[in-house]
Nanobody, 124 residues
Framework: QVQLVESGGGLVQAGGSLRLSCAASGRTFSRYAMGWFRQAPGKEREFVASISWGGSNTYYVDSVKGRFTISRDNAKNTLYLQMDSLKPEDTAVYYC?????????????????WGQGTQVTVSS
């Protein structure tokens, strides 16, 4: 019922910044909690950040807290992930996802809709 398309990935040196975007279409965007996950080659997909319907509540995995900022613009049907002070261990394919949960959630099973992913590579 919801289609998601990520963009903004690329190659950046350690300490640099990138901003990822996720464009949504389908059902009303503002009715969904949103999240970002990432997956490195040979590793399991892991939670990065989530944001509530109205954008007032956010939650981050400890490894990115203070460096990444999740936000949303419901008027534009777009989700963002601002990534600062990037580290080589941040290298992964990043996915956006939508959830019917009220509030925020880090549980992969709570997210019903997923984008195709965008590659982020951080060099040292």
């Amino acid at each position: 019922q919801v289609q998601l398309v990520e963009s903004g990935g690329g190659l950046v040196q350690a300490g640099g910044s990138l901003r990822l975007s996720c464009a949504a279409s389908g059902r009303t965007f503002s009715r969904y909690a949103m999240g970002w996950f990432r997956q490195a080659p040979g590793k399991e997909r892991e939670f990065v950040a989530s944001i509530s319907w109205g954008g007032s509540n956010t939650y981050y995995v400890d490894s990115v807290k203070g460096r990444f900022t999740i936000s949303r613009d419901n008027a534009k049907n777009t989700l963002y992930l601002q990534m600062d002070s990037l580290k080589p261990e941040d290298t992964a394919v990043y996915y956006c996802a939508a959830s019917a949960v009220i509030g925020t959630t880090a549980r992969r099973s709570d997210y019903a809709y997923w984008g195709q992913g965008t590659q982020v590579t951080v060099s040292s």
